[in-house]
Structure formats: structure tokens, C-alpha cells
């Protein structure tokens, strides 16, 4: 099995970023899986980035730790990352600025000297680093070219020709000067699938047009901003209307809006986002209109630290709201899967008319991921239920009391169909209605919804050992490092099952409850400092769960989980009383 | 067959306080509908909370009474949502010049194609008697025993200000004036806004200075010239009621999205193939 991870490092601004995607691109279009991962800083020039793509035969499940290639643009990326290479890894570093010493090898390419003798410029560093790239992994040069001929072509002949030049001087450099490591070529393989690239962030939003999402209203925020510009950009050839709102409030307002008046529609945002958003959530909720909304997590509370990954916004999705109002919340696990469980969300939306909170994070939204051509077909579209000609002949009741608490909903335009949705408790009718019965019964009605919502089945994954006596639970982004520890802690000899739970909220309980009766015990596993699903499992199961959380700004090593499993397994890990505060 | 006032009142029994100024922009609201023979099916009128946040329930529409100071929003998402609906956002002082002030300069530069009548009551009402940002300096109440620190904003000025491309006063003491300019209103082309004295009976009842004070906007004034509206909100003597200021010349929001949605002859498929092979 092949299985590399490349990390290149440098200044913002430098074309790290882009050297990394071309360098993924190439490795998608060679028929390789690759899961890519990133940090930058908040500034938008200069600061240190990074940018790491792991490539495989095999699935990729997590970003990885170790790096077995380290290119540096300058010295303060061998100082930030100069520690994650293996000891047996390659470092290539820029002979001008720095001379390491290390055990792994150290290869010198003179990059901005072959920039300035080939491009005659500055710019290009990235393009020549991407040549040397390529030569080193035994990509095939012509395929390289063709990739930059797609990326460049719009700008024109003598770009793509320049471009071109600085790829082959970068090849033909390592062809020159020869290293000794000894690494897994990379050539092109045949594939029977045609794999694509794409981000959590354009997984999600593809998966949305193809729910038939028709209204999109945000406001840009880190980093959930390029939901907004993919819609901008693309909703319209579909027909829909995109607006860029002066705030998260009015965001969600029109959202909320545009789906009373029959759009299908939805608003994304982070953390500070959803934090205003929390009035209109119970709106939604009260009124009973479907709405979804895209939470990519950042490291909280306040402005915390935007550019960094975090699922902290558990509660705040899950609990936020004055009074009870009931909603659904999902995780994606994976780029793949924020395409096709984005259409699910607007489904549940429709189904049970209520809003819908997407969890994504950081990690997931700006990291790029292979999947097979996708297939939209996949999953089914549901529309909400509307009135029939007889309902709307026979005096509408817009919120009329039924089994699975949903009523049909009339849209503007039906004739028969006119009613006053309101936050304010109302009868079936629809009027204000404040008795302690009504409250009673609508409160119930609402809750109902989810507690059908909850009997859905398809929104756990288990993965690992059949029998097992250690489970561990995840959600969302942390699925892949989940799984590729739970392998190496089957290596290890220590049996785990694991469950995903993508409902989030409400919790798929017979999945869940089957999954507790077949293990016994259950580490919960999420990247914020209270282990607030933890917390949430514990009151819902009374189970001595045991927490394991992480709070850096970073995702999960799969090396992390299974030094979790070992410990409990070895019973040096014991569940403790109360909230995780202390460790 | 012609619609009738019977036709939009809805089964809701009214619960304003006898007397309330409110009351008229209802009827001259039921009103502006005959006048307009607008289809019940087909209206929507969207609110925020408060006293004049309830009128939605009172009409026989499609209604939308939403959240605190957001009407401008939602309204806006109803009219993007389905433009063929005809969408009036009502709203009082507080919900719009308070706690929803930010949108109001937004909905202007959209220039969306909603009508925004404002119940101005100087007063919070619903919550008994606290100062508002349109209450007078020299109020004494609840939360002003001394009166009110701040200086009261003018909706007019700032409607203007914000290029606001329908500008116009109505009171609920001149119930057909009210009514006619509702039409105008939403017979304009455009984001119009009808600033609405609908005094407070209760907590600070303004019926006898309005009385004294308002005066129509005479007949011969431009109503393109906004300078001469700037002139007519200053002046200190006279509270002058119509269209202060009108231009029918500028694009919608709808138009706009509709235009950039016409850039692309309808065809999923083909887009859906051309999104995902740009990640291939």
C-alpha cells in the first residue's frame, strides 16, 4: 500500500496553498485518494501557512501526522513544522535562506533562483515547488502539464506557456540532483472510478442546489464565507436567488421569508453567526417553516480563533433557543458526505417543517477530499406536504393537530389557503391563543415532529469490530481519524466498535441504544473542552460515558484516539463523575 | 366579481385599546385593498412585534408576523421567494427605528419592491408606556421620568437620507388620505415607505398637537426634488403629510435577480455536469 503525506510550508501569499491544491489535483486525476488539510493565519497577507495532502491507494481517513515529505519556502516553516517530519523523511529546503540538520534527508533546491532564471520573476515559486513535487513522487509530467493548461488556459497562452516553464525547470532540477530516499512512486494507475475533488465547504453547497435549495441569504464570516460565494456564483444558473445580508439576523429572516412564500432555502455561517441567529431559530421552530442552516465551526466563544477548527457550537446548535423549540441536527463525517447528507437536511426541513442545523467545522470546510463521480440521484428529494383542493375548500387549519404533529402547509398563491403564520402561541387556526391548554398541545405537536424525526433511520454509521468491548462514539468532522484509530488499535490487538451518529440531534436512539447493549464502555469523542455531546448522552442513556476531548484549534490524529483506547482498555481510563473539566 | 372590505377582515377578534390609532390603518388598509381589488390569495403583509406587529392577524391575507425589528428582511425574502405577491411590511417606531434601524438603509439600496408602512406611536406601547427613538425630548413616562436624554430621530429624514425611492406621511386622523397614499405606496415601483402617525391613546396620546400641526404637502409641490422634501421635514411649524419624494426611474431588487438569473437559459442538467467537472 502506498500512503504519503506532502506538507508545504511558507509565507501567506506565497502560493503555498495553491502549489498544494495543484499538487492534489494531480494526485485525484492519477487515480490516488487524497485528504488534504490546512491552517493559515487570520491576516490575509503574510503569517505562516501550511498546506498537507495525504495520498493513497488505499481510503484516506484522516490528514495524518508525520510527514514523510517537508517542503519549506523559508526558514520559519522548517521551524513551525521541521518537528512533524519522520525521522527517515525528506525535508527540501531553500539553500538561500537556511541550512537544517536532522536524521531525515535534507535535499536543497535553490527555488527562487530557478524562479528568477526561468520566469524571470518572483511569482512562479509555487509552480516550480510543484514540479519538483511531482518529480520527487514520480507523477507524469505530461499529466502535470495538462493540469496547469486547465488551470491557466483562461489567462491566456504566454501564462500557460510561462507556467509550463517553471514546471519543467522544477522537474528537471530533481532529474539533475538526484536524492537518496527511497519513496513510492506515484505514476497515473487506471481506475474504473472517476474520482473528484472537493471541499466540505463545495460538497455541501452542491448537495443544497441539488436538494433543490432556491433562496440562499449569508453574510461573509471565516469560514463559512465561500458557501456564499459558491452560491453567488452558481445558484443563479439554477434558477435561484442568492442576497448577501447585512447581517446573520437578516440572513436567516429572509431565509425564513422566502420559505413561508414556498422556496426551498437556507443561510450558512459560524459561530458568532449562529449565536444572533438564535431568535429566528425559534421563529422557525413556532411557525413551523422549514429552514437550513450550515454552522462551519470555528474555535469559540467570541471571536475565538476564526481560522481554527472546533465543535463547540454543539449546545448552542442543539439548545439555543428561548422556551422549547425543537429542531434536527446533523454532522456530515466527510467531504462526500456533506453533499449528500446536505440533501437529507433539506428533506428532514421539509419533512417536518422545522429548522435544520448542519455541523460542519473548520477542518471539514476548507479540506479537500476524493470521492467517486457523485450521484444525486442518491438520495431522494421530498417537498413538504401541502394542502389538498379538499383541506383548502373545507376551512384551512394551517397547524391542525395530526399523529406525526405535521400539518400541510399552504403557500402563498393558494386559493383557500390564506393564514397568519406567528411566533406567537396560536391554535390550530393559527390565531394567538395563549391558554394553558393550547401552549400544552402546540408544545407537544412541535416536539413530536422530532421525536418522529428520531425514529429515521440511516443517520448512524458503525465501523470496527463486530464484538467489542470498547465503543466510541463521534460526530461530524472527526469520523475519518475516529475510524483510522480504531484500525490501529485492531492491529494492535484491542477490538473497537465505533459509531458516527450523523442526527446529531435528535439521537437516533434504537441505532444508538443497540450500540451501548453490544459494547461496555463508551468513550465519546469531540474536539471542544466540556464534551458538551458527552454531556448530552449522559443525560439521555444515564450512562457513565467516558469523554475524550481535544481543544487545540486542530482535529483529532487517529494516533490520539487509539492512545485513548489503549488507555481505557488497559483500565487507566475510567469514567468520571460530572462534567470533564478535569485531566 | 369586485372584492369587498368584508373580504380581507379576518375572524380575529381586534384586541387594540379602544381609541387606537391603529385601528384607522387597518381600515384605510382594508380600504386601499378594495381600491386596489387585490386578491386576498395574493397578499402577504409581514410584521415585527409590538402594538401594530398584530395587524397581520387582523387581515384575511397571507400574513407573516414575524420576530422583534426584523420585518424588512423577512418582507424581503417573501418578495424574492415569490415576486408575484404583493408584500406590505408594517411595523412601529420602536421595531423599525430601534431594535431594526440596520435594515432599513439596506432595504433602501435594494430599493425591493414592498411597501413599509410605519404605526409611528411615538411610544413602546405594547409594553406600557417606555420612550421610543421617536418619543419628544420633553416626554415624561416610565422609563424618561425626567425625559427623554436622547434627541428623537425624524423616520422622514432618514428615509430620505437613505434613498428611499417612495417617501410619504399619512395620520390616522385622515383615514382616505391614509388610504390613497397606501395605494401609492404599493402601486410604486420600488421600496415605499409610508410613515404613519398613529398616536397612542393610552400612553402618550399625540391626537390634539397632531391636530394642530399637520398640514398637506400642497398640491404643486415636485415631488422629484428632494431638496425641496429636505425643506418640508425641517420646517418647524408644520407636520406636513403625502409624498414628499418619488422616483420610478431605478431598477428593483427583483429586477436585478431576475436579470442575472436570465443570463442562463434554463438547462440542471448541463449545469450540474459543468460544477462537478470543475473539481475533476
New interface residues.
Given amino acids: 500500500m502506498k500512503d504519503i503525506l506532502v506538507r508545504i510550508g511558507g509565507e501567506g501569499g506565497e502560493g503555498v496553498i495553491s502549489c498544494g491544491e495543484m499538487l492534489t489535483t494531480a494526485f485525484?486525476?492519477s487515480a490516488y485518494d487524497v485528504y488534504t488539510f490546512r491552517t493559515y493565519p487570520a491576516e490575509i497577507k503574510g503569517g505562516p501557512a501550511m498546506f498537507q495532502v495525504r495520498a493513497s491507494d488505499a481510503p484516506v481517513l484522516s490528514q495524518g501526522a508525520a510527514a514523510d515529505i517537508l517542503i519549506t519556502f523559508n526558514e520559519e516553516a522548517h521551524q513551525l513544522h521541521g518537528n512533524t517530519i519522520r525521522p527517515d523523511g525528506l525535508l527540501v529546503y531553500e539553500p538561500a535562506h537556511y541550512k537544517p540538520e536532522g536524521t531525515f534527508e535534507c535535499y536543497a533546491v535553490p527555488l527562487d533562483e530557478i524562479t528568477l532564471n526561468v520566469v524571470k520573476s518572483k511569482l512562479g515559486k509555487n509552480v516550480v515547488a510543484l514540479g519538483v513535487c511531482s518529480r520527487i513522487l514520480g507523477m507524469s509530467i505530461e499529466l502535470l502539464e495538462e493540469m496547469v493548461r486547465d488551470r491557466f488556459g483562461k489567462k491566456g497562452e504566454m501564462v500557460v506557456a510561462k507556467n509550463i516553464e517553471a514546471l519543467k525547470a522544477g522537474y528537471d532540477y530533481v532529474d539533475k540532483h538526484p536524492f537518496k530516499k527511497d519513496l513510492p512512486k506515484f505514476a497515473a494507475i487506471k481506475s474504473p472510478i472517476?474520482?473528484?475533488?472537493?471541499s466540505g465547504n463545495?460538497a455541501l453547497s452542491?448537495g443544497a442546489?441539488?436538494a433543490g435549495c432556491r433562496?440562499y441569504?449569508g453574510y461573509p464570516i471565516t469560514p463559512a464565507s465561500d458557501i456564499l460565494e459558491f452560491m453567488e456564483k452558481?445558484l443563479?444558473?439554477?434558477?435561484?436567488?442568492v442576497?448577501q445580508?447585512?447581517?446573520e439576523?437578516?440572513?436567516l429572516?429572509?431565509?425564513?421569508?422566502?420559505?413561508?412564500?414556498?422556496?426551498k432555502?437556507m443561510t450558512a455561517t459560524s459561530g458568532p453567526g449562529l449565536a444572533l441567529m438564535v431568535?429566528?431559530m425559534?421563529?422557525s421552530a413556532m411557525?413551523e417553516i422549514p429552514c437550513v442552516i450550515v454552522d462551519a465551526m470555528r474555535s469559540g466563544p467570541s471571536t475565538g480563533m476564526p481560522t481554527k477548527t472546533e465543535q463547540g457550537d454543539m449546545n448552542l446548535a442543539v439548545y439555543g433557543a428561548h422556551g422549547d423549540a425543537p429542531r434536527i441536527v446533523l454532522a456530515p463525517g466527510d467531504a462526500e458526505e456533506c453533499m449528500y447528507l446536505m440533501i437529507q437536511a433539506f428533506n428532514l426541513s421539509e419533512k417536518y417543517q422545522c429548522p435544520v442545523l448542519y455541523l460542519t467545522d473548520q477542518s471539514l470546510a476548507h479540506r479537500t477530499q476524493t470521492f467517486p463521480?457523485?450521484d444525486?440521484k442518491r438520495v431522494p428529494v421530498v417537498n413538504r406536504e401541502l394542502p389538498t383542493e379538499k383541506d383548502l375548500k373545507e376551512g384551512y387549519v394551517r397547524f391542525k393537530m395530526t399523529d406525526s404533529g405535521v400539518s400541510p402547509m399552504a403557500?402563498?398563491?393558494?386559493?383557500?389557503?390564506?393564514?397568519?403564520?406567528?411566533?406567537?402561541e396560536h391554535t390550530e387556526k393559527g390565531?394567538?391563543n395563549f391558554t394553558p391548554k393550547m401552549h400544552t398541545q402546540m408544545s407537544f405537536k412541535r416536539a413530536r415532529k422530532i421525536e418522529m424525526a428520531s425514529r429515521e433511520s440511516g443517520f448512524t454509521a458503525r465501523y470496527g469490530a463486530k464484538k467489542a468491548k470498547i465503543g466510541i462514539i463521534g460526530w461530524g468532522s472527526t469520523q475519518g481519524a475516529i475510524r483510522e484509530g480504531v484500525d490501529m488499535a485492531a492491529k494492535a490487538g484491542i477490538p473497537v466498535a465505533h459509531l458516527q451518529v450523523k442526527m446529531v440531534y435528535p439521537l437516533p436512539e434504537a441505532d444508538i441504544k443497540e450500540f451501548l447493549s453490544s459494547v461496555e464502555q463508551v468513550i465519546v469523542a469531540e474536539l471542544n473542552y466540556s464534551g458538551q455531546y458527552n454531556q448530552l448522552f449522559r443525560s439521555r442513556f444515564l450512562l457513565p460515558t467516558i469523554a475524550m476531548t481535544k481543544c487545540e484549534g486542530l482535529p483529532f490524529y487517529a494516533e490520539e484516539i487509539l492512545a485513548k483506547i489503549q488507555a481505557v482498555a488497559s483500565g487507566s481510563e475510567q469514567p468520571v463523575a460530572g462534567a470533564v473539566l478535569s485531566r | 366579481m369586485a372584492h369587498t372590505t368584508a373580504d380581507y377582515k379576518?375572524?380575529?377578534k381586534i384586541t387594540w385599546c379602544p381609541g387606537c390609532g391603529d385601528f384607522a390603518v387597518l381600515n384605510a388598509l382594508y380600504q386601499a385593498l378594495v381600491t386596489m381589488d387585490l386578491d386576498?390569495?395574493?397578499v402577504?403583509?409581514?410584521s415585527g412585534i409590538g402594538c401594530s406587529g398584530?395587524l397581520?392577524?387582523f387581515?384575511?391575507?397571507?400574513?407573516?408576523?414575524?420576530?422583534h425589528g426584523?420585518v424588512?428582511?423577512?418582507?424581503?425574502?417573501?418578495?424574492?421567494?415569490?415576486p408575484?405577491?404583493t408584500v406590505i411590511a408594517v411595523g412601529g417606531d420602536g421595531d423599525g427605528l430601534a431594535i431594526g434601524g440596520?435594515?432599513f438603509p439596506?432595504a433602501a439600496r435594494?430599493n425591493i419592491d414592498i411597501t413599509y408602512i410605519m404605526l409611528d406611536n411615538n411610544i413602546y406601547g405594547l409594553t406600557k408606556g417606555q420612550a421610543s427613538p421617536t418619543t419628544a425630548q420633553s416626554f415624561q413616562g416610565k422609563s424618561s421620568p425626567y425625559g427623554v436624554s436622547e434627541e428623537n430621530l425624524n423616520p422622514i429624514a432618514l428615509a430620505l437620507a437613505y434613498d428611499v425611492s417612495f417617501v410619504a406621511r399619512a395620520y390616522s386622523g385622515q383615514l382616505k388620505h391614509l388610504s390613497d397614499l397606501m395605494v401609492d405606496a404599493v402601486n410604486h415601483k420600488g421600496f415605499s415607505f409610508v410613515h404613519t402617525l398613529s398616536p397612542c391613546v393610552v400612553f402618550n396620546d399625540t391626537y390634539k398637537y397632531y391636530g394642530k400641526k399637520v398640514t398637506p404637502i400642497a398640491p404643486y409641490e415636485n415631488t422629484s426634488s428632494k431638496m425641496r422634501a429636505l425643506e418640508m421635514w425641517q420646517d418647524k411649524e408644520h407636520i406636513f403629510l403625502g409624498t414628499f419624494y418619488k422616483d420610478e426611474t431605478r431598477q428593483t431588487f427583483n429586477e436585478r435577480?431576475r436579470d442575472?438569473?436570465g443570463?442562463?437559459p434554463?438547462d440542471?442538467e448541463k449545469?450540474?455536469r459543468e460544477?462537478?467537472n470543475r473539481?475533476?
Fill in positions: 485525484a486525476r472517476k474520482r473528484i475533488v472537493m463545495e452542491i442546489i441539488s433562496y441569504g452558481d443563479p444558473k439554477f434558477g435561484g436567488a442576497v445580508t447585512e447581517d439576523i437578516s440572513a429572516a429572509s431565509v425564513i421569508g422566502a420559505s413561508f412564500a414556498g422556496k432555502a431568535e429566528l425559534g421563529l411557525s463521480w457523485p444525486f403557500l402563498p398563491g393558494m386559493e383557500g389557503g390564506c393564514y397568519a403564520a406567528t411566533g406567537l390565531a394567538p | 379576518s375572524e380575529v386576498p390569495k395574493n402577504v403583509v409581514v398584530r397581520p392577524i387581515v384575511n391575507s397571507f400574513g407573516f408576523h414575524g420576530v426584523r424588512l428582511p423577512t418582507a424581503m425574502g417573501v418578495k424574492i421567494g415569490n408575484k405577491l440596520g435594515h439596506h435594494r435577480i442575472i438569473i443570463q442562463f434554463r440542471d449545469y450540474f460544477l462537478v473539481y475533476a
